[in-house]
């Protein structure tokens, strides 16, 4: 730190108990009593340097008890007096960026102008300040800091914003330019033009670049009040905002504790944080700056952290901040939902009502605001556009994650047993169809939540199912529905009915697949045997091929028939009871599943065996003609 001497003459100021004797040799004619503490001085070096010390001396010595004066609201109290004490006597001492505000602001209130002796206190004190503190950032760090004990008089000379505005400007210049920020933080010498020196001699290396949070640590010493102005000041002065967003996020996990108790184990909680220093703060004050920071932070995506984000929130919650403050942190999360994690939507419930144990209705209302700002970004609707195009579009891969989010989310709270089954559905459906690729994630939290909740009417399970597009689901998840005793009756026949739609799918399109290569092969061999009959030959292997897929087609029909059979007995069983049903029904689809499985099966071989068939009776054909076309030609 720098600092300036003043004065040549030995100290000879003592202290007993809770006075202040200067040991001159001679007896003192005037006390001074500020707070608590009184000093045993003489009035020549008093008045000869304050103006406001000749006037209360003049006062005083008309009273006969003696010279008594009382300096009840000099700034700094008595420790800056006593500076100001030895400053009259001509005592050696120092100014330092931790005592030139007190020094300052005391030399104004007792008018120690230049008219009472050239370089007064005032000329001296705002030299330095101007100089060297205001030049050096760590100075005026400190000067800044120093002005919460005497702000009033300090605002009224102007110091707090001449340092702010000190401190904003070194904060917008590229530190790489001079390297000023380096040296001041423990780092080599530097060059006016930034190369290291070593004894005093440019070595023409270039030091380490320093990153735009070099400030972000000195700035958190600040009080709030000064620190928004310092901020503000920034802003003004053309900060970026991501800078802005970086030094606010330092800031609040300084003075918020609750911030740091869910960081990564890689993170260290104490890295701007000395231990205890955020002890001094009530739960009122960590209300305050939390809404401040709330206020502070620029409304934009992705200056911070969706978990810093949660953080905030769930602090907020737990110091019951402003419903305004709340509510905004909700939509900052909202902008960026897509970059949440399963962790941070996990939020317990502070209400006193306490009716579940996750906050559903705040993770809701995000979600409300995630799709409220994609649907005025994404601009056309999703229904307009082919399906096939609108999954492979990069806008909707974040819908896409945020829907895999909300299916994690309520499979997590779908065992609460408070958990209502109108919010678990509101929920679900506010996730847009379009944005779910499949429904295994929805399938696996509705089962769930029917087996956390086996009270639950059959009207109920009907209408939960609902949600899920049976459609959509994976082979697995199929699999595990077609067998799912706590699924409705009917929700497992729509499960069947569309795996047996999609085996039919690809059976047929097999074939297609299978018909366009044969062709495409026989369109060859035509082309290069024209003269030797090709064109006749490929009529037949057509007509051969046509016969297997017409077989193909009856074995297809004779599956969809034993479908509709299926759904016939299920019908059936659903109207029997109790346990007997379901060991029945248990019975009825092993059966059915068997004999679908062996029809398929056998139709795939059927299909096979004749397509070889055909393939044998062509190459007799080819054979045939050849031996024949042969023997004419001997003949002739």
Not at 190 to 196: A, K, L, N, R, T
Not at 218 to 228: F, G, I, Q, R, V
Not at 435 to 447: E, N, S
Request: aromatic share 6%; net charge negative.
């Amino acid at each position: 730190m720098a600092c300036m001497k003043l004065g040549s003459k030995s100290d000879a100021f003592q202290r007993q108990g809770q006075a202040w004797f200067c040991m001159t040799g001679l007896p003192s004619d005037v006390v001074v009593e500020v707070g608590e503490m009184s000093f045993h001085l003489h009035k020549f070096p008093l008045l000869s340097r304050s103006g406001v010390m000749e006037r209360l001396i003049a006062e005083a010595s008309e009273v006969e008890d003696g010279c008594v004066i009382k300096l009840p609201d000099i700034p700094g109290g008595a420790k800056t007096f006593e500076l100001v004490a030895k400053f009259c006597y001509g005592v050696k001492l120092e100014l330092t960026a931790a005592n030139v505000v007190y020094l300052r602001c005391a030399a104004e209130h007792l008018e120690m102008t230049e008219e009472y002796g050239e370089g007064n206190l005032i000329s001296q004190t705002e030299t330095f300040l101007n100089q060297v503190v205001l030049r050096n950032w760590k100075d005026s760090i400190k000067a800044l800091q120093t002005c919460d004990d005497v702000l009033p008089f300090a605002e009224e000379l102007n110091i707090p914003k001449r340092c702010i505005d000190s401190l904003a400007a070194k904060a917008c210049t590229d530190p790489n330019l001079f390297g000023w920020p380096v040296m001041e933080h423990g780092g080599p010498m530097q060059s006016p033009g930034g190369s290291v020196l070593w004894n005093g001699i440019s070595t023409g290396a270039r030091p380490k670049h320093s990153s735009s949070d070099w400030w972000y640590e000195d700035a958190s010493t600040l009080s709030l009040p000064l620190y928004k102005r310092l901020i503000s000041a920034m802003e003004s002065r053309g900060v970026k905002q991501e800078v802005i967003a970086g030094s606010l996020n330092s800031y609040a996990k300084k003075y918020l504790p609750a911030l740091n108790r869910r960081q990564g184990a890689g993170e260290s909680s104490n890295r701007l944080v000395p231990v205890g220093s955020v002890a001094s703060l009530s739960e009122e004050e960590q209300k305050l700056l939390l809404e401040e920071i709330d206020h502070l932070l620029p409304m934009q995506k992705g200056l911070v952290s969706t978990k810093f984000l949660f953080g905030l929130l769930r602090t907020a919650k737990i110091l019951r901040a402003n419903p305004s403050c709340i509510s905004n942190l909700e939509k900052r999360i909202g902008m960026q939902l897509d970059q949440a994690t399963l962790e941070d939507l996990l939020m317990p419930n502070f209400s006193y009502s306490m009716e579940t144990l996750y906050d559903v209705d705040c993770v809701q209302r995000i979600l409300e605001h995630f799709l409220a700002m994609d649907q005025v970004v994404g601009g056309e609707s999703p229904g307009s556009v082919d399906d096939g195009q609108l999954m492979g579009s990069p806008s909707l891969t974040p819908i896409t994650m945020v829907a895999k989010l909300i299916d994690g989310y309520l499979a997590e709270v779908a065992p609460d047993v408070n958990l209502k089954l109108p919010k678990f559905q509101f929920l679900a459906a506010a996730v847009p169809e379009y944005a779910r690729p499949l429904d295994d994630g929805l399938y696996r939290a509705i089962d769930i939540y029917l087996k956390s909740h086996p009270w639950l009417a059959e009207s109920d399970r009907e209408q939960l199912c609902r949600l899920m597009d049976c459609q959509k689901l994976s082979l697995e998840a199929c699999t595990h529905a077609a067998q799912n005793e706590r699924l409705p009756l009917r929700v497992i026949v729509q499960v069947l009915f569309f795996e047996q739609l999609q085996l039919r799918t690809s059976i047929a399109g097999c074939f297609l697949v299978s018909d366009n290569l044969e062709g495409s092969r026989q369109l060859r061999s035509g082309l290069m045997g024209q003269n030797e009959g090709g064109w006749a030959t490929a009529v037949r292997e057509n007509q051969v091929l046509k016969v297997g897929m017409d077989n193909m087609r009856m074995r297809v029909s004779e599956l969809e028939k034993e479908c509709s059979n299926m759904r016939q007995e299920i019908e059936k069983l659903g109207k029997g009871k109790g346990s007997s049903s379901s060991s029945t029904w248990v019975n009825v689809s092993k059966k059915f599943g068997f004999r679908l499985k062996s029809q398929m099966c056998s139709a795939q071989e059927g299909s096979v065996s004749k397509q070889n068939n055909g393939i044998v009776k062509t190459e007799k054909a080819k054979e045939k003609h050849g031996k024949e076309k042969k023997s004419l030609s001997i003949d002739e």
